[in-house]
């Protein structure tokens, strides 16, 4: 039997990595984005959504910090 670089841990103290917390959804926050009060942030069209700049597959919440206004056009382009 070859040598491990390192300890190995006994079976009773390894433990499964902890599940992340569950996103932030603000359903209200979003609602904000679609009611006509902001405009695009890069080319001033009044129709946005809310582009996530942490993706919501990565755990991004949705909350003001992570959230800002761009139109379908803008908007696509992020994400092509």
Known sequence: ?????????????????????PRWI???ILR?????????????????????LVKRSQGGDDVLANLIPLCGVCHGVLHP
């Open 1 to 21: 039997m070859t040598e491990l670089p390192y300890p190995e841990a006994p079976l009773a103290s390894r433990k499964a990595d902890p599940k992340p917390p």
């Open 32 to 52: 904000a984005f679609h009611d006509g009060s902001q405009d695009c942030l890069t080319c001033g069209y009044y129709r946005v959504s809310a582009h996530h």
């Open 26 to 28: 603000d359903p209200e």
